[in-house]
């Protein structure tokens, strides 16, 4: 038989778990949270890191039509050289062929 006293105690270690039950629950809610936010910011990093690639690959591009650009501009000022002497030298022909005549 059971005794007002041992039953007193099994209330009190009865109102004990109660209280540890809706405690896990508060931290198992808890960490569900924290789980879900962990998941958004893996997914957020993902984008970040997809956005740092492109910006990346068009830098890369930029870079590369800028080198095309430059060898251009140098191929240009090259051919606007050699015109440049060409038409000096046509120039003193034309001046050596007018002194002939």
Do not use: H
Not at 2 to 24: C, F, R, S
Not at 44 to 67: D, F
Not at 68 to 76: C, D, L, N, S
């Amino acid at each position: 038989m059971t005794t007002p006293k041992e039953t007193e105690k099994a209330k009190v270690v009865q109102e004990g778990l109660n209280a540890i039950e809706k405690i896990m629950k508060e931290v198992q809610a808890g960490s569900e949270e924290i789980l879900k936010s962990a998941e958004e910011i893996v997914v957020a990093a993902g984008q970040v890191k997809k956005a740092i690639e492109q910006i990346a690959s068009a830098a890369q591009e930029a870079e590369k039509a800028t080198e095309e650009a430059a060898t251009a501009a140098k191929q240009q000022a090259q051919g606007a050289e050699e015109l440049a002497q060409a038409i000096e030298e046509i120039a003193a022909l034309a001046d050596e062929l007018q002194s002939m005549s």
